[in-house]
């Protein structure tokens, strides 16, 4: 069956980065895109990007434009997210997801930015 | 960019109504819309995609309708268990954005 298993919860300090993982498994890991999705305490859900694993093309929402890197590694099956120069405001639980008609979803990895 | 906007923000029903959210895009999206539930500290779970196709496992009082900018989720008879957040999601190309979503909860 598939699953996405998601690296653990992160604390970092303003400005700093982090990279988030998301490990594939149960289909052929090069024929879908991947998402990013994250969800701030008590706010809706946001798209940041997606990443095509295949040949590792990528498209960003403008909010996150310079800051966001999506990459992937083929021979893990997995695929990252990286966000820079942090802030209070990227405090959030962050999803990579297999969304429209897929509907897979990671656990989610808590990102909370504190000084 | 196209926008997704849902209303209600906030609903309020008693078990056993009929509930209704919308879901309009700002540009025609042709079919490409996907419902997701959400209940507290969970994970988005998957409901309709296509606009109208229910996913496997979804209780059938769930149903979606709708095409190009105006889309419904519909649940014919509201359970407790649907107390939830509700979001739809235009897929047809990126951004792919979300609604703001729609809270549901029992009268």
């Known amino acids: 069956q598939v699953q996405l298993v998601q690296s653990g919860a992160e604390v970092k300090k303003p400005g700093a980065s982090v990279k988030v993982s998301c490990k594939a498994s149960?289909?052929?890991?090069?024929?879908?895109?991947m998402h990013w999705v994250r969800q701030a305490p008590g706010q809706g859900l946001e798209w940041m990007g997606i990443?095509?694993?295949?040949?590792?093309?990528?498209s960003y929402a403008q909010k996150f434009q310079g800051r966001v890197t999506m990459t992937r590694d083929t021979s893990t099956s997995t695929v990252y997210m990286e966000l820079s120069s942090l802030r209070s405001e990227d405090t959030a639980v962050y999803y990579c997801?297999?969304?429209?008609?897929?509907?897979?979803w990671g656990q989610g990895t808590l990102v909370t930015v504190s000084s | 960019d196209i926008q997704m906007t849902q209303s209600p923000s906030s609903l309020s029903a008693s078990v056993g109504d009929r509930v209704t959210i919308t879901c309009r895009a700002s540009?025609?999206?042709?079919?490409?819309l996907a419902w997701y539930q959400q209940k507290p500290g969970k994970v988005p779970k998957l409901l309709i995609y296509a606009a109208s196709t229910l996913q496997s496992g979804v209780p059938s009082r769930f149903s979606g309708s709708g095409s190009g900018t105006d889309f419904t989720l519909t649940i014919s008879s509201l359970q407790p268990e649907d107390v939830a957040t509700y979001y739809c999601?235009?897929?047809?190309?990126?951004?792919?954005?979300f609604g703001q979503g729609t809270k549901l909860e029992i009268k």
């Open positions: 149960g289909y052929t890991f090069t024929s879908y895109y």
């Open positions: 990443i095509n694993p295949s040949g590792g093309s990528t």
């Open positions: 997801a297999m969304t429209g008609e897929l509907g897979y």
């Open positions: 999601q235009k897929y047809n190309s990126a951004p792919y954005s």
């Open positions: 540009q025609g999206i042709s079919n490409y």
